[in-house]
């Protein structure tokens, strides 16, 4: 069974960093895009940032030029560096990706669980 696990998230003053990773697991063929949506309460899931297989990128105007996704094909784990941070990323934060699984014909998107991220003014 394909799966996600999240882990970085936490507490954080306004102005630091944290670093999230997100490692997939199970029987997998290919992995496509990787990437990051964030929840905040009350409001709908948007995307952060993406990253596919070959390296190109695309972040939310809100985190550009503060957050950085990359991603290990051979560990099939995405980071994603979070500096500058304000009040305003608090929210929970989904790593997703698209797998190929092993003898499947189609990609399917998958998503962790989902780690908190606090930020405090």
């Known amino acids: 069974q394909e799966k996600l696990v999240e882990s970085g998230g936490g507490l954080v003053q306004a102005g630091g960093s944290l670093r999230l990773s997100c490692a997939a697991s199970g029987s997998i063929s290919k992995i496509n895009a990787m990437g990051w949506y964030r929840q905040a309460p009350g409001k709908q899931r948007e995307l952060a940032a993406v990253i596919t297989s070959d390296g190109s990128t695309n972040y939310a105007d809100s985190v550009k030029g503060r957050f950085t996704i990359s991603r290990d094909n051979a560990e099939a784990t995405v980071y994603l560096q979070m500096n500058s941070l304000k009040p305003e990323d608090t929210a929970v934060y989904y790593c997703?990706?698209?797998?190929?699984?092993?003898?499947?014909?189609?990609?399917?998107?998958?998503w962790g669980q989902g780690t908190q991220v606090t930020v405090s003014s």
């Open positions: 997703y990706a698209e797998i190929l699984p092993l003898g499947g014909l189609l990609y399917s998107d998958y």
